[in-house]
Every structure is written in C-alpha cells, then in structure tokens.
C-alpha cells in the first residue's frame, strides 16, 4: 500500500475524528476533575500538575502511533490503532463519569445507556 492510500484510509476511517473526540473527552475529564477536587477541597497543585502531565504525555503517545500505524502493513496498523483510540477514549469516559459521581451528579442514565450499548456490542460478536 502506498503512503497516500494509507492516509486516505486513516481519514475514511476516522481516525483524526476519533484523535479529536479523545482530546474533547481529556479536556473535560480534566475540568471534571477539578471541579470535583474544589467541590471537596481536595485541590492539590502538585495533583493538578500531575493530571496535566499525564494527560499531555498521553497526548504525545497517541499522536506519535499516527505515522506508526502507517509503517504497519495493511489495514492492520489502523485497525490497532483504532482500537487504542477506543479504548483509551471509554477510559476517558469512566473518568468523567467518575468525576461526576464525586460532585453528586447522578449517573445512573449514563451507566444504563453503557449496559445497553455493552449488550449490543456483546451481541453482534
């Protein structure tokens, strides 16, 4: 496969879309958190820069497996990157929904809405 099928391929199968949506998912997780730390004054500088470092550097680690699952052969680099991308991404969303349950916010439609789509997904493989 050549370099410019591969990356058409990155963009049919959207991948950026997905970098994106991560980023969305980090930035609000972040905010969440906060918001849960001051709610229960249990704001740390040392916890916050922490949480910032974290999420920077897994920034980085997501961006620089771009042009790593172009070297890859086939479909297969984007296929595992994919999935990298979706899980990290559901890992993003315990944590929000994590945060939102230490500020009292109720979570319980979400969780359903999980189960559901947990179920579906079990289904259909």
């Known amino acids: 496969m050549k370099l410019d099928e591969l990356i058409a391929l990155m963009k049919e199968q959207n991948i950026l879309y997905l970098l994106s949506v991560l980023s969305i998912a980090m930035v609000i997780d972040f905010v969440s958190g906060v918001l849960a730390a001051k709610m229960h004054q249990e704001i740390l500088s040392k916890k916050g820069i922490n949480g910032i470092i974290r999420k920077v550097a897994s920034m980085i680690l997501l961006v620089f497996f771009l042009p790593v699952a172009l070297i890859i052969p086939g479909k297969t680099g984007i296929v595992l990157l994919s ?12 944590s929000i929904l994590e945060n939102y349950q230490k500020m009292g916010i ?3 439609l979400f969780q359903t809405f999980l189960e559901h789509l947990y179920d579906l997904l079990k289904k259909k493989g």
């Open 83 to 94: 999935v990298l991308y979706i899980g990290y991404l559901l890992m993003e969303i315990q």
């Open 106 to 108: 109720s979570i319980t």
